[in-house]
C-alpha cells in the first residue's frame, strides 16, 4: 500500500525553530512537495525535493533522504503567521503528476 | 492568490439536488485536479485531465461527474450525493502533467454541506 505519514499536531514559540517529519512508503518516488495550508485557504506551496539533500529557500528548508523514505521541513525564526497545517506529498512513478498527500501537521505558534 | 478561482465558496445541499462546483485558472496550465478533503484526513486526488482528456479517476462514484470544457475551465457535476460527501472540494491545476518539477496551484475550495 501507500502511506504517507506526518505528526497530527506540533506547537512552537515566536522565533524559534520547528522540524515537522514526513515519512513515506509508495510504489514509486518522483518528487517530493511540501506545502502550506492556511485554515480555509488553498494549499500553497513551499518546496519540492527529487534529490537527496537540504534545499534552503528563505526562513524555511526541507531536507529528502529516498533510502530512508524519510523528508522533513525546517521552519526558522518562527512568526505567527506560520501557524498552519503543513501537507506532505509525494509523487509515484508512472505518469499524470499523482499526488498523495499526508493527513498533514497543524502547527500552532504562541508569542 | 494562485490564479485558480472556484465558486462557490460554500454549498449546502440535500441528497436529491443537482448542482455544479466551477472552477477556472488563470495560469494558462493544461492540467487540472479535482481533490476531496475530508476533516482530519488527506487530500484525495478524484480526476486529473489533461489537454481537456481525463487521464486520472481515482474510483469515484459516479454521483461525481466531471467536465473539462477547456484547460482553462473544470465542472465537477453532483447528483444524489450523501452526507459522507460532505468535505472541502479542492481544484488544482499544474502546467502539463509530466515533468520532474510541475508544481500543483490549488484554488480556495468549495465547502460542501450535504443534508
Known amino acids: 500500500g501507500q502511506n504517507i505519514d506526518q505528526p497530527t499536531e506540533m506547537t512552537a514559540t515566536e522565533g524559534a525553530i520547528v522540524q515537522i517529519n514526513c515519512t513515506y512508503q509508495t510504489s514509486g518516488f518522483n518528487g517530493l512537495f511540501w506545502y502550506q495550508q492556511h485554515a480555509g485557504e488553498a494549499p500553497t506551496f513551499l518546496s519540492y525535493?527529487?534529490?537527496?539533500g537540504l534545499e534552503e529557500k528563505g526562513r524555511f528548508s526541507s531536507f529528502l533522504s529516498r533510502s530512508k523514505g524519510y523528508s522533513y521541513l525546517l521552519l526558522k525564526e518562527l512568526q505567527m503567521k506560520d501557524s498552519a497545517s503543513y501537507l506532505c506529498a509525494v509523487r509515484g512513478s508512472g505518469g499524470y503528476n499523482k499526488l498523495i498527500f499526508g493527513a498533514g501537521t497543524r502547527l500552532a505558534v504562541h508569542p | 492568490e494562485t490564479g485558480v478561482t472556484q465558486t462557490p465558496r460554500h454549498l449546502v445541499m440535500g441528497m436529491t439536488n443537482k448542482k455544479s462546483l466551477k472552477c477556472e485558472q488563470h495560469l494558462g496550465h493544461n492540467a487540472m485536479y479535482w481533490y476531496k478533503q475530508s476533516a482530519k484526513k488527506p487530500l484525495e486526488l478524484m480526476f486529473v485531465?489533461?489537454?481537456?482528456?481525463?487521464?486520472e479517476n481515482n474510483s469515484v462514484p459516479s454521483r461525481f461527474s466531471p467536465e473539462c470544457p477547456n484547460s482553462s475551465h473544470l465542472f465537477l457535476h453532483l447528483h444524489t450525493l450523501q452526507p459522507e460527501d460532505s468535505a472541502l472540494y479542492l481544484c488544482a491545476s499544474s502546467p502539463t502533467v509530466q515533468g520532474t518539477y510541475n508544481e500543483q496551484f490549488f484554488g480556495p475550495g468549495t465547502r460542501l454541506t450535504v443534508l
Open positions: 485531465y489533461n489537454f481537456k482528456e481525463q487521464t
Open positions: 525535493n527529487v534529490l537527496d
